[in-house]
């Protein structure tokens, strides 16, 4: 199991580097405050004025071909095809099929064409790196850029160290994985202004929090002033939550706090289905099965939630995370409804780890008399 970690004799350089971020962030946050106030009666005026055919409408945008077309952005190097993919995505939010803005999907595009992933060997960690350096020097005023970038240095950092107990990380190891964290701090830091004029800089610096070992205050900070600016940005809520998982050094209680706020601060009508999202994701990186046991999470909110996603936006995806929460909750009613919804072909990405075992064994228990 993993742990947070010590950063070991760069505490102290790490601390001043995110006391700086922290400052930066703050003044990022007061400006933006004040931007917000003055422009506050004017986009009151506009959205009364509009009509209410045109606030409530919803024009919904394939996430498949959003993912497949950063990805692909990224995969041949078209940095300005990225820039124009996520400038068009910020200047008019829109929503997936399945409900979520446009702009995660992109982002998880961007991921997947640079292979941001902490599996990564250290050459093709290297290479990830030199590529969003590269992006950053063609593109110096991309928040994108620099929030990518510093991600990929702290999976630089991750492919030095390993997957190991820290017990097992050789010396050496340890030494360039926190250089790589280093550099991936002072990036941030250097770069505060640009990074922090989005949602995705926040989120990046919670990344490298996760890794550096900040402790929980700073993190709580980071993340707080990020979403204050920037109150759709779900990544934050999902980054954060990974950041006070029990295997991260935090508890039970800390992930429970934290789903409640992030529902209670979501703009209606998507904060229930907020709570059954982040606690299935809790369940994915860590809880598993024993979700409803070893977490405070109450059922039947997280049922309510999916049952109002779905009516909503009814993604196969959403069935299938809501049959498979059914199974844990032990609701064999719930379960069986979903099920039929979802037929004979279900998605296994959305049934946790040996997803087609469990989904076996889910359907053969839902089944029994």
Same mark, same amino acid.
């Not at 997957?163 to 360039?176: D, I, K, M, R």
């Not at 999202?277 to 024993?290: D, G, I, N, P, S």
């Given at each position: ?131 969003? @350096?590269?992006?950053? +020097?063609?593109?110096? =005023?991309? #928040?994108?850029?620099?929030? $990518? %970038?510093?991600?990929? !240095? *702290? /999976? &630089? ?63 709580? @900070?980071?993340?707080? +002033?990020?979403?204050? =600016?920037? #109150?759709?940005?779900?990544? $934050? %809520?999902?980054?954060? !939550? *990974? /950041? &006070? ?125």
């Amino acid at each position: 199991m993993e742990s947070r970690l010590n950063p070991g004799p760069q505490a102290a350089r790490l601390r001043g580097a995110l006391k700086a971020v922290a400052a930066l962030a703050a003044l990022a946050v007061g400006s933006w405050a004040a931007h917000a106030q003055t422009d506050a009666p004017a986009k009151a005026q506009a959205s009364a004025k509009a009509p209410a055919a045109a606030r409530t409408a919803e024009a919904l945008v394939d996430g498949s071909a959003v993912f497949s077309a950063a990805s692909l952005a990224l995969h041949w190097g078209d940095f300005a095809e990225a820039e124009r993919l996520f400038k068009a995505a910020r200047a008019q939010p829109r929503r997936t099929s399945a409900g979520l803005w446009e702009v995660v999907q992109l982002y998880r595009g961007f991921e997947n064409g640079l292979s941001t992933n902490r599996g990564l060997r250290v050459r093709q960690a290297e290479h990830t790196a030199a590529l969003s @350096a590269q992006w950053v +020097q063609q593109h110096p =005023r991309s #928040p994108l850029a620099h929030a $990518l %970038h510093v991600v990929t !240095l *702290t /999976n &630089l950092a991750w492919a030095h160290r390993g997957s190991g107990y820290a017990n097992t990380v050789a010396p050496q190891a340890w030494e360039l994985f926190r250089a790589a964290l280093d550099k991936a701090t002072a990036h941030a830091v250097q770069h505060g202004d640009v990074l922090l004029s989005d949602g995705l800089g926040f989120q990046a610096l919670l990344v490298v929090a996760r890794g550096a070992g900040w402790d929980d205050r700073r993190t709580q @900070a980071i993340y707080e +002033q990020g979403i204050l =600016r920037f #109150p759709d940005e779900d990544l $934050l %809520h999902f980054t954060q !939550l *990974t /950041n &006070l998982l029990p295997k991260w050094g935090g508890s039970a209680r800390q992930v429970d706090q934290h789903i409640q706020a992030a529902a209670q601060r979501t703009r209606a009508p998507y904060g229930p289905a907020l709570y059954a999202r982040l606690y299935t994701a809790a369940a994915r990186e860590q809880f598993e099965h024993a979700l409803f046991a070893d977490s405070l999470a109450r059922w039947e909110r997280v049922d309510a939630g999916y049952a109002e996603m779905t009516a909503r936006y009814p993604h196969a995806g959403h069935f299938n995370a809501w049959a498979w929460m059914a199974c844990q909750a032990q609701d064999r009613k719930r379960l069986l409804e979903v099920l039929e919804k979802i037929g004979p072909e279900p998605d296994l990405d959305f049934w946790g780890s040996n997803a087609q075992e469990t989904y076996d064994t889910c359907k053969s228990w839902a089944q029994k008399l």
